[in-house]
């Protein structure tokens, strides 16, 4: 009896770890009993499409994390990442990518698949066979055709949604404007810029990721924790490449972090190796600090500030930083370490 007791109590604490279900349990609503009826329920929904990268998908009420791994997408499924990605592969050779810092639901429709983007940089590479269609708070892109389409779309917290096209073309419906527009190879589409303008690096400012050099005229920024995030490229881009340079001796100082204005929800800050601010990260946009123009008369007015598309995978090591209040009063909110995944297929 003691025999099978021990049996017993392993195979059930297996069940809770989520090594035979192959996933983790991370609902902690859930009782130990539900479980393995809830990782059931996820495998018997029919999958639309096979998720593969870092990052977390909700769907049949469980948030499952990924690391590095794959798992296959039930309908409406949401997708979330902060410093990685994940890329979602359909059928032929199909796929649409999100990452770093954004999120987005996946839903099958008739005739292919609908991309609602809440937010961040969604890339995509779409072969013949399956009509593909995507969703900002913004604007609806859509195509009648199943031609080739390859290219990205960027949706921001500041209501922005850029898309870029380097072959076919999409419709882009301005909700805002009750507009259609055509985004190309030759004409990409930007809505909601506002005060913003949009930038990007030159592709020889763009080292291979895992290098430990920086291009020439570029400025390493760091995080609040004194990590390398990346850097800022002589053209006016940012770049995310994470330890690129040797971390700093020390985090950044408080004297520095109380110079940090209020930011939006979630903003993760940057600095230069001096503990200069020199701007915020979030939803797919580096954007840059914005002080007076000296050449202005009025020293209060603000002068265009300047969002560069985020490349890359930013580092872990920012997230969990939030500034707040005027005063710019620095906080720090890690909460209890989560220890990624991967799950596998049975």
Known sequence: MKIKKKIYRSLYGLFVSGVLTGMPFMTPVMSPFQGPRAWAETLSSKSIGMAVGTGT?????????????KFPLSDCARIA?????????FSGK???????????????????????????????????GDLVSFESPSAIIFSSTVDPKEGSLLVSSSDITSITMKKGEYKVEDLANKKELFATTTHPVVLGAGSFELLSATPDEVVPEGSSGL??????????????????????????????VSPLSHPVSQASLSKVPKLPAGAKPFFDKHGKYM???????????????DNEADKKKKRRRAAAIILGTLAAGVVGFTAAG???????????????????LP
């Open 326 to 344: 005027i005063s710019g009063a620095f906080t720090s909110h890690p909460g209890p370490p989560v220890k990624p995944v991967t799950p596998f």
């Open 215 to 244: 291009p020439s005229g570029a400025t390493p920024l760091f995080g609040a924790d004194g990590h390398s995030v990346g850097y800022l490229t002589k053209s006016g881009g940012f770049v995310s490449s994470p330890g690129i």
């Open 279 to 293: 701007g915020y990260a979030k939803g797919g946009l580096f954007v840059y600090d914005d002080p007076p123009d």
């Open 81 to 89: 990442t902060e410093g990685g990605s994940i890329r979602v592969l």
């Open 94 to 128: 199909n796929w649409v990518q999100l990452g770093p810092y954004g999120a987005m639901r996946v839903a099958k429709t008739e005739k292919g698949y609908r991309i609602k983007i809440e937010g961040g940089e969604v890339k995509f590479h779409l072969s013949q």
């Open 57 to 69: 998908i909700s769907q049949n009420q469980l948030d499952i994390p990924l690391s590095g791994g």
